[in-house]
T-cell receptor, first 114, second 115 residues
Framework: DADVTQTPRNRITKTGKRIMLECSQT?????MYWYRQDPGLGLRLIYY???????NKGEISDGYSVSRQAQAKFSLSLESAIPNQTALYFC?????????????FGPGTRLTVL | RKEVEQDPGPFNVPEGATVAFNCTYS??????FFWYRQDCRKEPKLLMS???SGNEDGRFTAQLNRASQYISLLIRDSKLSDSATYLC????????????????FGQGTILTVHP
């Protein structure tokens, strides 16, 4: 079983709809992240959470909100989706900073907003 | 200026070739450095960390030049399976000098290895 899972894997929605993307992890990591990836722009950080009570905005948080329901779950919401939020969204986890700071990514959610 | 910049390529090389990717970063306080690999439509995965003294993992060699704020990845004896996008990744750290856990990604360099 995958250590980091995301649901749904694909979603097509309409402008103005509320959308929630969910992320779960079984790695026992405290830190979780949400990124979006657009062609030519790389991955950009939307929100990150270093533990259940600590949530922080990333570089592109406008139009998004998050909820850290438990250590293992971190959800991303688009309150009113717009077409320029069409992208590939990744959730990631990491342990406390160490020698590698490795982040482990989920398989991604491909979101299309019409 | 982007915080982490890479040549997007694409690089098209024959099997067995040696190919090098470069990356520059803007924040001199950056703490740690990585190369991630991303296959088409898949999630990024850590390829290797990059250490100040340079490090090697099989056919892959990573170098870091802090003075020039420059990172490189060298792939020797390229295989068809090396075809992917290679992401240069930097941990910016914080003012206290401890690792911050927040990564900044370059836009990626596309590599295609052909027979």
């Amino acid at each position: 079983d995958a250590d980091v899972t995301q649901t749904p894997r694909n979603r097509i929605t309409k402008t103005g709809k509320r959308i929630m993307l969910e992320c779960s992890q079984t790695k026992g990591h405290d830190r979780m992240y949400w990124y979006r990836q657009d062609p030519g722009l790389g991955l950009r950080l939307i929100y990150y959470s270093f533990d259940v009570k600590d949530i922080n905005k990333g570089e592109i948080s406008d139009g998004y909100s998050v909820s850290r329901q438990a250590q293992a779950k971190f959800s991303l919401s688009l309150e009113s989706a717009i077409p320029n939020q069409t992208a590939l969204y990744f959730c990631a986890t990491s342990d406390l900073p160490g020698d590698t700071d490795t982040q482990y990514f989920g398989p991604g959610t491909r979101l299309t907003v019409l | 200026r982007k915080e982490v910049e890479q040549d997007p390529g694409p690089f098209n090389v024959p099997e067995g070739a040696t190919v090098a990717f470069n990356c520059t970063y803007s924040n001199s306080a950056s703490q740690s450095f990585f190369w991630y690999r991303q296959d088409c439509r898949k999630e990024p995965k850590l390829l290797m960390s990059v250490y100040s003294s340079g490090n090697e993992d099989g056919r892959f060699t990573a170098q870091l030049n802090r003075a020039s704020q420059y990172i490189s990845l060298l792939i020797r004896d390229s295989k068809l399976s090396d075809s992917a996008t290679y992401l240069c990744v930097v941990n910016m750290g914080n003012a206290g000098g401890t690792s911050y856990g927040k990564l900044t990604f370059g836009q990626g360099t596309i590599l295609t290895v052909h027979p």
